[in-house]
């Protein structure tokens, strides 16, 4: 079993950056991939990108790459997805993921308002 809880969610304005937090405990597979993704209210849950196990390769989707990164930092497991610029269109629940084993957090709200 694994244990995902993410935080760094909040209310911040246009422009704005912000860095969410995905802490991992528990029993891991051998190798995996920490995923992020974000649902919008009426919208379809949507990929962002994910990270190895082994940090060898990271994916992002094409609509993020600029303002969105991901990383994890091994000592700690835990996986961070930095958001710069940030836009109204870019509120959402943001999740993120283990696979194999199909296993989320509870998500966190990122609201982009002025």
């Known amino acids: 079993q694994v244990h995902l809880v993410e935080s760094g969610g909040g209310l911040v304005q246009p422009g704005d950056s912000l860095r969410l937090s995905c802490a991992a405990s528990?029993?891991?597979?051998?190798?995996?991939?920490v995923a992020w993704h974000r649902q919008a209210q009426g919208k379809e849950r949507e990929l962002i990108g994910h990270?190895?196990?082994?940090?060898?390769?990271?994916f992002l989707a094409d609509s993020m790459k600029g303002r969105f990164a991901i990383s994890r930092d091994a000592a700690t497991n835990i996986a961070y997805l930095q958001m710069n610029d940030l836009r109204p269109e870019d509120t959402a629940v943001y999740y993120c993921q283990v696979n194999p084993g199909e296993y989320w957090g509870q998500g966190t709200q990122v609201t982009v308002s002025s």
């Open positions: 528990g029993t891991f597979p051998r190798v995996y991939i």
């Open positions: 990270v190895h196990s082994k940090g060898l390769t990271s």
